[in-house]
Every structure is written in C-alpha cells, then in structure tokens.
C-alpha cells in the first residue's frame, strides 16, 4: 500500500515577495483549516472532469501537506482548468526541446535516449549538470515567465531555472532519481508544475530501493493533476528518489516544469 499522508493548511504569503530560510517551514508558517480540504476536494475534481467548475479561486490558496520519515511537500492545484489548458497550449507553442545528444542520458557509462523529451531555461549564463548531461538554460519564453512568476506570487520563492520535461504517453517517463545537484539552493524548494493528463510521481526512501533494501519504508504516491503545483521542501531530495513510472494505459501527453534556484557560482569556484 502506498502511504500518502496529508494536512491541508494556509500557507501566509511573505509581504516581501520573498521567502527566505528564516521564515521559517511551510507547516510553521501555516494553519490548519478543513473548510479548505473541500475546496481542494472540489477542484481537484474539477480538474479531472467530474464537477463543471470554473470558478476563479481566491487567496490564499488551500495547500495540502504532504509527509512521511524526512520528506516535507506541499501540494495544491494553482491553475483552474481553463488557465492550464491555455498554458498548456501556449508551451506546446513555445517550447524547443533538446535534440541529439542533448536528448540523451548517461546510465552507468553509458548514452541513452531519454524516454522523453527535455528542455531547460533561465536566467542568462545558467547552466544545470542532469544524469551526466550539462544543460544550457534557453532564454525565458513568455508563457515561462508567467508561469514562474504565477508560482513566486503563490509561494514567495523565486526561481532563476525551469527543466521541462514532456511526456507524450504513458510509455514515456523519467527513472528513480534525487534533485541533490550541488548547484542547487537547497532552502529553496524544487516546485514541479504538471499540464496535460494525470500522472503518478513516486517517492521512494532511500533506504527503501532494490530487493536487499535495508529497511521496510512505504512508497509516496502523488497524482499530478492538470494545474498542480507540489512543492518539494528540503531535506525531500536527500533521502528520497522520486520517478515517473510508465503507464501503458495512458495516451495522451503530459509536460512537467520543475523550476529550481541554481547557485549562480564564479569561475573560481567550479
Ligand atoms: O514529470 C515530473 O513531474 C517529474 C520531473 C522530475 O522528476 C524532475 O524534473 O526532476
């Protein structure tokens, strides 16, 4: 069985615009509400097609708490439907995908096309080392930065980096992994953004992989629905892999954005 434990809360937005380290986790920041579990409930249905609902949502947005042994996520549906079939449309627009060796992934030595198809944009300079691969950020495109910035207004973070990932079925994915990369800002979280069909992320512990793993730990399971936003909080990536398992019975395509805050470091420092 697979262990999703929730809480629903309110997060308090930062009147600055930006969340440090200092104010503190999301569940500090928050209070519990359940009137807020419905409206969560009801919008989520909504963005699967059983309720006829596109209402506007109001502030502040209802969150749901996601936890289990040192994994901290946050989770809520930030587009209505309407917006993210529109930013959905707009990325199919706008997005250029990597080509060639860009598209491929290194798996103990060796180059393999990646089951699916990837591309990065940022800010000027940024670069992102993923599975062996150095990546370039592309310049921002608009919908990006609206999107971006749609996020920054919701959590008070800021994010100078997107990797996109599409899936165009079920049978693309993306394996077992951890967001560890040193580059990385770890007091900022990883904010994954999905369009399209519902897909199952999967966190696995650490301590919990393979068939001689050393301890008996549930897997997570998150299904991502079209306009979610989940927040992967510090110290998630240290302890737990996450992936996107394949799904024969899926058709229809899904994009990813995972927008991150890369330490911008000087030469010397490389
Ligand atoms: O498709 C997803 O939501 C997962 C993407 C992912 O694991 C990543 O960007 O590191």
């Known amino acids: 069985m697979d262990t999703f434990v929730t809480r629903t809360w309110k997060r308090k937005l930062d009147p600055t615009g930006v969340k440090g380290k200092d104010a503190g986790s999301g569940s500090e920041q928050g209070e519990r509400n359940t009137e807020d579990e419905g409206g969560l409930e009801k919008r989520l ?70 089951p699916r198809k990837q591309a990065t944009y940022g800010d000027p300079g940024l670069n992102y080392s993923f599975s062996g691969v150095k990546l370039m950020a592309r310049p921002w495109t608009p919908v990006l930065e609206i999107i971006r910035d749609q996020i920054t207004k919701a959590t008070g973070h800021t994010f100078n980096f997107v990797l996109v990932n599409r899936y165009k079925d079920g049978n693309d994915h993306i394996g077992e992994h951890q967001d560890d990369e040193r580059e990385l800002d770890p007091t900022c979280p990883i904010a994954a953004v999905s369009f399209g069909v519902v897909r199952d992320l999967v966190f696995r512990h650490q301590e919990a992989r393979g068939k001689n793993a050393a301890r008996k730990i549930e897997p997570v399971k998150v299904a991502l629905q079209h306009g979610s936003l989940l927040l992967m909080n510090w110290p998630t990536n240290v302890n737990w892999y996450h992936s996107l398992p394949v799904r024969k019975k899926v058709l229809t395509p899904r994009i990813s954005l995972t927008f991150r805050r890369v330490i911008k470091r000087h030469k010397s420092q490389k």
């Open 45 to 114: 249905q909504s963005c699967s097609g059983l309720v006829e609902d596109d209402t506007e949502f109001t502030e502040p947005l209802p969150w749901k708490k996601i936890e289990a042994e040192g994994l901290d996520c946050d989770y809520t549906l930030l587009f209505h439907r309407l917006q993210a079939d529109s930013h959905f449309q707009q990325l199919e627009k706008e997005v250029e995908y990597f080509s060639g060796d860009l598209a491929k992934v290194q798996v103990f030595g060796k180059f393999h096309n990646i």
